[in-house]
């Protein structure tokens, strides 16, 4: 029969707050799948505007650059505080998690807000067209994604506010910031895809 081995690993921490962490490993191979799929979206846009003669379609206007291009200083800013909170659990700083945290999500709430104007001056929704499908897809899932996480990070400033946390929630500080930081990093291609690609690979009769 075979002889199985076994390793003792009771010596190990139960939550190492560093990039060693399995759940740390875990939360980057999310990522990983999610990037993937909005890598496949955006494949999908640009292999249907290549096989349309007429960019965006009839009765959709080029959207807006000012208010999105505008929206994207707060939200990269935002990853300053991410930084400062996921250092400041890794040397379980309190205050220091405090003040990241904080940073994080009043920049990203800021960054939330431009975006919602924005969707208002969309003059199409997402049964119009086919342009209109993959803007609401994009920025559906996106934002799912983007307010989820913001939930997240509010409940672990709530934490640490009220100074019950441990090496579990300062796993989660340092964890959050991967996510955040690929939210952050894949909305700089979907920014292109909807506002700028419409503008620079379009055509209107």
């Given at each position: 029969m075979t002889e199985f081995r076994t390793i003792d690993v009771s010596g190990l921490p139960s939550y190492d707050v560093s990039s060693q962490s399995p759940l740390w490993w875990g939360q980057l191979m999310i990522t990983f799948i999610e990037g993937t799929m909005f890598g496949i979206l955006i494949a999908a846009y640009f292999y249907t505007r290549l096989r349309m003669d007429v960019w965006p379609p009839p009765g959709d206007q080029y959207p807006h650059l000012l208010l999105p291009s505008l929206a994207l200083v707060p939200l990269i800013l935002s990853c300053a505080g991410s930084y400062w909170a996921s250092e400041?659990?890794?040397?379980?700083?309190?205050?220091?998690?405090?003040?990241?945290?904080?940073?994080?999500?009043?920049?990203?709430?800021?960054?939330?807000?431009?975006?919602?104007?924005?969707?208002?001056?969309?003059?199409?929704?997402?049964?119009?067209?086919?342009?209109?499908?993959?803007?609401?897809?994009?920025?559906?899932?996106?934002?799912?994604?983007?307010?989820?996480?913001?939930?997240?990070?509010?409940?672990?400033?709530?934490?640490?506010?009220?100074?019950?946390?441990?090496?579990?929630?300062?796993?989660?500080?340092?964890?959050?910031?991967?996510?955040?930081?690929?939210?952050?990093?894949?909305?700089?291609?979907?920014?292109?895809?909807?506002?700028?690609?419409?503008?620079?690979?379009?055509?209107?009769?």
């Open positions: 400041s659990a890794k040397k379980n700083s309190r205050l220091g998690m405090i003040a990241g945290l904080l940073l994080n999500l009043v920049l990203a709430v800021i960054a939330l807000a431009m975006r919602i104007v924005e969707w208002h001056s969309l003059n199409f929704n997402w049964k119009a067209d086919i342009q209109g499908s993959y803007v609401w897809a994009f920025l559906g899932l996106h934002t799912f994604d983007y307010i989820a996480d913001l939930v997240f990070t509010a409940v672990l400033l709530v934490l640490v506010l009220i100074g019950r946390y441990g090496p579990k929630q300062r796993l989660g500080v340092h964890v959050d910031s991967v996510v955040w930081y690929f939210l952050v990093l894949i909305w700089i291609p979907i920014y292109v895809t909807i506002y700028w690609a419409p503008v620079f690979a379009g055509s209107q009769q």
